[in-house]
């Protein structure tokens, strides 16, 4: 996921909330699924050109706007003027930053920032004092102050990547070892469900099963006949089948 998808995520559901539609309701006017709406929501993809001006039609926005801008500054009469009284008399604003897999990479692309490190990093600025927005399937928003030095941000990141490095930080580390058995039991679960789909029943229910040479599983069943004929279909001059004790 780039900038440009956050964006877009960012200003579809803007756009969405302001004419009071739910996902499904958006879906229906575009003539596609309520998933593939979340799915843009959460930034983790993007319409094509067709679906994209079909949603900029319908919210009279311009596709550059919506790939690019801020839909809440649109000139047009379709979205509605936001005015907010300002009751504070602090002499600095906010400002949201996006940081994604290659902002972290540009600070130090020493590791892979899977989604697990990810929301580690989130969690740690947050512990920090920092203040997140939203969390992407590959980065997050982070509010700093106009006033804050420019590079702060990225010294932090940058120390807490060292120290996801090191291990010097039990927080970090507490986080990195829950998060990550929580991803490995559900791709275990996400790829159990897989196996079933593709062979009609879980394997380990299955009496028998076979392997190539390379001690590689071919295929499963509930006879040595049925093995044997899986391994003619898949051309295996050698294999040996197995019984489930």
């Known amino acids: 996921m780039n900038h440009r998808t956050i964006i877009f995520a960012k200003n579809l559901m803007t756009l969405r909330t302001l004419k009071e539609m739910t996902q499904q309701e958006l879906a229906d006017k575009i003539h596609v699924t309520r998933q593939t709406i979340s799915t843009w929501e959460l930034g983790a993809g993007k319409p094509d050109i067709y679906c994209l001006g079909e949603i900029c039609d319908l919210f009279g926005v311009e596709p550059t706007q919506m790939l690019y801008g801020n839909v809440l500054k649109n000139n047009g009469d379709t979205t509605p003027e936001v005015v907010v009284k300002k009751e504070y008399s602090e002499d600095y604003t906010y400002e949201v930053n996006i940081i994604t897999d290659e902002d972290l990479e540009n600070i130090l692309n020493v590791i892979s920032y899977d989604f697990d490190r990810i929301l580690v990093i989130a969690l740690e600025l947050q512990r920090r004092g920092y203040k997140i927005t939203e969390i992407f399937d590959n980065g997050f928003g982070v509010l700093t102050k106009s006033t804050d030095d ?5 010294r932090v990141l940058d120390d807490i990547i060292e120290s996801m490095i090191h291990g010097d930080n039990s927080f970090i580390e507490e986080k990195q070892t829950e998060l990550s ?38 295929g499963y069943a509930n006879t040595e006949e049925e093995c044997r004929q899986q391994a003619r279909e898949q051309l295996c001059s050698w294999y040996k089948i197995m019984r489930r004790v």
């Open 181 to 218: 058995n929580k991803f490995n039991e559900l791709k275990s679960v996400m790829i159990h469900e897989a196996m079933k789909a593709i062979w009609g029943d879980y394997p380990e229910n299955y009496k028998f099963y076979w392997m190539d040479e390379m001690e590689n599983p071919r």
């Open 150 to 154: 420019a590079s702060k941000l990225d």
